[in-house]
C-alpha cells in the first residue's frame, strides 16, 4: 500500500514527541538523543513523503493534492521545531509559542496523511 511507510514514520515521530512534551510538562531534562531521534524522523518523514508523491507507480494517490499538502505541513512542523530549539536558548517563553505551531502542524501534517493514504 503506497503511502503506508510515511504515515507509521509520521505516527511514530508523533508519539516520541509526545514523549519529549511529558517530559517537559514534568520538568525533567530532555534527553539530547531523543531530541536528535525527533528531528531525524521528521527528516525521514519528509523525504519518504517526498518520495511516494514523486512514485510513478502510485500515480492514483500523486494526483491527490492531500500528500502534497500533508509533506508541505510535516515540513513547516520540522522547520518550527528546530526554529524552536534555537529560540528556546535564549527566550524560552516564544519558545513554547512556537511549540504549539509545531506540534499544530504535526497535527495536521498527520491529518492530510491520513485522508492521503485512505483508500476510496
Known amino acids: 500500500?503506497?503511502?503506508l511507510t510515511?504515515?507509521?514514520i509520521v505516527v511514530a515521530n508523533i508519539c516520541l514527541g509526545l514523549l519529549l512534551l511529558t517530559q517537559h510538562l514534568r520538568g525533567l531534562p530532555r534527553k539530547p538523543t531523543m531530541?536528535?531521534?525527533h528531528l531525524?524522523?521528521?527528516?525521514?518523514?519528509?523525504?519518504s513523503l517526498a518520495v511516494n508523491l514523486n512514485d510513478p507507480g502510485s500515480a492514483a494517490?500523486?494526483?491527490s493534492p492531500f500528500g502534497a499538502r500533508a509533506a508541505l505541513l510535516v515540513g513547516l512542523a520540522l522547520l518550527t521545531g528546530y526554529i524552536a530549539a534555537l529560540v528556546g536558548r535564549k527566550n524560552q517563553?516564544?519558545?513554547?509559542?512556537i511549540l504549539g505551531a509545531h506540534a499544530t502542524a504535526?497535527?495536521?501534517g498527520l491529518a492530510f496523511?491520513?485522508?492521503?493514504?485512505?483508500?476510496?
Open 35 to 37: 531530541r536528535a531521534a
Open 106 to 108: 504535526a497535527t495536521l
Open 1 to 3: 500500500m503506497p503511502g
Open 40 to 47: 531525524l524522523l521528521g527528516a525521514f518523514a519528509l523525504e
Open 113 to 120: 496523511l491520513l485522508v492521503w493514504v485512505m483508500p476510496a
Open 6 to 8: 510515511p504515515l507509521i
Open 93 to 97: 517563553r516564544a519558545a513554547n509559542w
Open 61 to 63: 494517490l500523486a494526483a
